[in-house]
């Protein structure tokens, strides 16, 4: 595709072609994202940051990724600091804000929601989570982190195993990723839930189609013991009813240390979208894994600043003109 001018509202729009294109501009990026250089590529650019959901990961990393190649970032979080909740509608709220911005990262409770503010939007907009739908940035460094972590233990993705556990009904991210997943072969995915949360039928239906070997159950040890990675998932609260309904499901499917050790494979990585849900009754992924090295949650997050910053230099089709911009650092930068 032309990722020039492009909206990025569903990974359903890449090809395998794409995915390899914006991992490898992610990977120029590492340099800029460590900050052992600095890029000015974007100055002069306004990032229009708006998230009517919560997020800290998604609307943190998109703006510090606009940052990072030198661009600006105004942002609005919340319907009630914006004049939707005086009732402006998503025609209107797109045409005023797509005349201040360059590019418009968005997330909205609805299903669709960001597909219809980019009909009306005069700049390129990305889709930051719309509901239940998709999160296709999430889903891209998703595998990217897949990619990477496969690599450094020899392998690649063809082949892979995974497990998706958790609330499949409700959660974009791993709507975003089967649809990802779609374009590999001879995959072996798993996908545990509550029957009540059970992945929605046109995505198991899609990854069959692809000839993917795929197992739909409710137990968790018995299906994790054959997988390259295990993917968690949070009770997606905020779609339920009822608080009392979503309660009902919580800490049904948690992951610790000694469940690990008894039934996975040795190395076998373990990915969530974050946030995980660290409350007493749920602990879905207990912090006892934190020493465990393949813990790959926190390098997931990580990864998320360079699959952005590739977006974003893609989309404003600035990747050849990164490095004529760029300078060292002026300052100390320790990371461990
Ligand atoms: N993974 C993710 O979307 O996190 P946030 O909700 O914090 O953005």
Same mark, same amino acid.
């Given at each position: 595709m032309d *990722?020039?001018?492009?909206?990025?509202?569903s990974v359903e729009q890449f090809e395998r072609a794409d995915i390899e294109r914006i991992f490898s501009v992610a990977d120029s990026m590492e340099p800029y994202a460590l900050r052992h250089k600095v890029t000015r590529v974007l100055e002069?650019? &306004?990032?229009?940051?708006?998230?009517?959901?919560p997020s800290t990961r998604t609307r943190i990393s998109f703006g510090c990724a606009f940052n990072l190649l030198g661009g600006e970032v105004r942002e609005t979080t919340g319907f009630q600091s914006s004049a939707i909740a005086k009732g402006e509608s998503l025609y209107d709220t797109a045409r005023v804000l797509s005349g201040?911005? +360059?590019?418009?990262?968005?997330? /909205?409770?609805?299903?669709?929601? =960001?597909?219809? *503010?980019?009909?009306?939007?005069?700049?390129?907009?990305?889709?930051?989570? +719309?509901?239940?739908?998709? /999160?296709?940035? $999430?889903?891209?460094?998703?595998?990217?982190t897949i990619q990477k972590e496969l690599r450094a233990l020899g392998r690649t993705l063809n082949g892979l195993r995974i497990a998706m556990i958790g609330d499949l009904k409700y959660g974009r991210t791993v709507h975003s990723l089967s649809h990802l997943l779609c374009l590999f072969n001879d995959l072996h995915v798993v996908l545990i839930s509550p +029957?009540?949360?059970?992945?929605?039928?046109?995505?198991?239906?899609?990854?069959? +189609? /692809?000839?993917? $070997? =795929?197992?739909?159950?409710?137990?968790?040890?018995?299906? &994790?013991?054959?997988?390259? &990675? =295990?993917?968690?998932?949070? &009770?997606?609260?905020?779609?339920?009813?009822?608080?009392?309904?979503?309660d009902?499901?919580?800490?049904?499917?948690?992951?610790?240390?000694a469940i690990y050790t008894k039934y996975c494979e040795p190395n076998t990585v373990i990915m969530h979208p974050l946030p995980r849900d660290s409350r007493a009754d749920a602990n879905e992924l207990d912090n006892d894994l934190n020493q465990n090295p393949n813990l790959a949650i926190f390098r997931q997050a990580d990864n998320g600043l360079l699959v952005r910053m590739a977006l974003f230099a893609m989309i404003l089709d600035v990747v050849e003109q990164v490095d004529k911009y760029a300078r060292p650092v002026n300052w100390f930068h320790k990371r461990s």
């Open positions: *990722f020039a001018g492009a909206n990025i509202l002069g650019a &306004i990032l229009g940051n708006m998230f009517f959901e201040y911005s +360059d590019v418009i990262c968005m997330r /909205h409770p609805g299903e669709g929601s =960001v597909g219809e *503010f980019s009909a009306a939007s005069r700049v390129p907009v990305i889709n930051g989570g +719309d509901g239940a739908n998709e /999160h296709p940035s $999430q889903a891209l460094l998703d595998l990217y +029957d009540e949360l059970a992945m929605p039928d046109e995505y198991v239906t899609k990854l069959r +189609d /692809h000839g993917h $070997q =795929v197992s739909v159950t409710s137990d968790l040890p018995n299906n &994790i013991s054959h997988v390259d &990675i =295990v993917y968690s998932t949070r &009770i997606q609260e905020e779609r339920f009813a009822s608080k009392q309904e979503a009902s499901y919580r800490g049904r499917f948690r992951l610790n240390q």
